[in-house]
């Protein structure tokens, strides 16, 4: 077991597939609520900027990313715009993607859902150079998170970059205390993400951790995975 999401007081009810959608438009409203509160809690991103900038190193400018629960839409979007990369952001929480836009004016952001994305779904956002997902899987159950790197392998074209990252533990949708609302995590532990990903055909070429004690007292020690992959085919 890793530190981090195993501390917390977890709701150990399982969601059940008809629940699910309903959890997530809970999820969506809770972060509608926490606003600017999540960069205040998690003001240190030293793995999230290296990560991003492991993917501006490897691609051309003018390049597309889709930045996959892009939140605020800092640093990520920022920095990929910084960067002169052509970026979209997605979340389906409508309050962040309000604030990304008016932090990343020189992005594109779209409220939509993970679960939607792509050639087959609703929403056709075309093909991406590469895709970056940080913190946002963990806000998945495990059921759906095969089919979102599926997805994610489908958005990007050939030889594509993907960069992503989880909090080390060993729990499935279990619903904690965040910020003063409760939302719903999942994790893996590092053995078990890297098969997850290699199993949705990617290669991993990079792997990193760090160990993290948010500024919030309600938040636990976490220990943030950051994997830098290609995709194979």
């Avoid at 929403?123 to 998945?140: E, I």
Wanted: hydrophobic share 40%.
């Amino acid at each position: 077991m890793s530190r981090g999401f195993v501390e917390a007081d977890y709701e150990s009810d399982e969601a059940g597939p008809e629940s699910i959608r309903l959890d997530r438009v809970g999820q969506a409203e809770a972060f509608d609520a926490i606003g600017d509160r999540y960069d205040e809690a998690f003001p240190y991103k030293k793995g999230q900027l290296a990560a991003a900038e492991w993917v501006i190193g490897s691609l051309p400018a003018g390049s597309r990313v889709l930045d996959l629960g892009c939140g605020t839409g800092l640093p990520t979007a920022r920095q990929l715009v910084e960067a002169r990369c052509e970026v979209v952001g997605v979340d389906l929480s409508r309050g962040m993607v309000a604030l990304a836009r008016e932090y990343v004016p020189g992005a594109t952001f779209h409220r939509l859902d993970i679960a939607d994305l792509g050639p087959d779904g609703p929403h056709d956002l075309g093909r991406f150079d590469a895709v970056v997902a940080f913190f946002s899987l963990l806000m998945l159950p495990r059921a759906e998170i095969p089919g979102v790197l599926r997805t994610v392998h489908g958005l990007l074209v050939p030889g594509g970059l993907f960069s992503l990252s989880m909090v080390e533990a060993d729990v499935d949708y279990f619903k904690i205390p965040f910020l003063g609302n409760a939302i719903r995590v999942t994790g893996y532990l590092r053995e078990d993400l890297r098969k997850v990903i290699e199993e949705a055909d990617f290669e991993v070429v990079e792997e990193s951790s760090y160990t993290y004690a948010p500024e919030i007292s309600d938040v636990p020690p976490e220990e943030q995975l950051f994997l830098n992959c290609t995709r194979r085919g």
